[in-house]
């Protein structure tokens, strides 16, 4: 074991206060792509850019193309996917009361598939479903089994329960993500580019000295990090 794997094996195991917060990355061992590696998402030639798809305007203007979209690319994947060793080892973690909590910009689900209790779903999750008019709840399924928009039978669209662009995030969920970020003795930050806030910018409210980042790409946060390690999630934590 290398030296910097050494310290996060000494942080990991000296704490009961751990705190995890991740990104697309921690799902790319999972077979689901990530959005801005050079085989993510957005690097993908569509009929318009991704972000612009997967927006509020898109979702209400050009609702059968978003569904075309979001179903083929974000919750096809997610479905046929598993929990990879990052997932699973956190949920350990959790169990063997060591870590707090998993903040997460992941929609997939992957974290409470493998175990974990404290999810924090930043931007929401496909899991969820809820009629735009009525407000009615829906699992996955109904939206993967409705051939093209997913209707209510009020004659609403039915909506993942998932924060587009444009739209704001559930600010209870950031309130509680603040509160264990701050109290946090290890903050291990992975397989996230630190690029899309309000997200991004929690990393500010850590207050601690074991401030990890474990990303494959370097971000531009590695130089307020206290240990950074480029290199896969799953293959460095299955070592811990
Ligand atoms: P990105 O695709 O921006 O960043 C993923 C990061 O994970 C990259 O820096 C990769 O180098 C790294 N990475 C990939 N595989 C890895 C692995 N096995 N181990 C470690 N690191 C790995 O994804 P996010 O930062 O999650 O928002 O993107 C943030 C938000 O942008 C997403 O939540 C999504 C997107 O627009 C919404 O959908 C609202």
């Known amino acids: 074991m ?10 990991i195991d000296e704490s009961d206060n751990i705190v995890f917060f991740g990104g697309a990355g921690v799902s790319t061992e999972s077979g689901i792509p990530d959005f801005r ?49 990052a997932h699973l080892k956190l949920a350990e973690w959790e169990k063997a009361g060591k870590l707090k909590a998993v903040i997460t910009q992941n929609i997939d689900g992957l974290h409470q598939a493998a175990g974990s209790k404290e999810v924090l779903e930043l931007h929401g999750t496909i899991m969820k479903n809820y009629c735009d008019r009525c407000g009615k709840k829906f699992p996955v399924e109904y939206v993967t089994e409705s051939a093209g928009v997913p209707k209510c039978e009020c004659g609403g669209t039915v909506r993942p329960d998932v924060v587009l662009y444009e739209e704001g995030l559930d600010m209870g969920v950031m309130e509680r993500a603040i509160n264990y970020i701050s109290n946090a003795d290890v903050l291990i930050i992975g397989g996230t580019s630190l690029v899309v806030y309000p997200a991004a910018g ?37 070592q811990l």
Do not use: C
């Open 37 to 85: 590696s050079t085989d993510g998402l957005y690097s993908q030639k569509y009929k318009y850019p991704p972000e612009t798809i997967v927006s509020h305007t898109f979702l209400t203007r050009r609702t059968e193309e978003f569904f075309e979209f979001y179903k083929e690319k974000m919750v096809a994947p997610a479905l046929a996917a598993r929990p990879n060793a």
């Open 2 to 11: 290398d030296e910097k794997l050494l310290t996060l094996k000494k942080w």
């Open 202 to 238: 929690l990393i500010r409210y850590y207050r601690g000295n074991k401030l990890v980042l474990l990303n494959l790409s370097e971000t531009s946060q590695d130089s307020n990090a206290d240990l950074v390690i480029h290199a896969k999630l799953g293959e460095v934590l299955s």
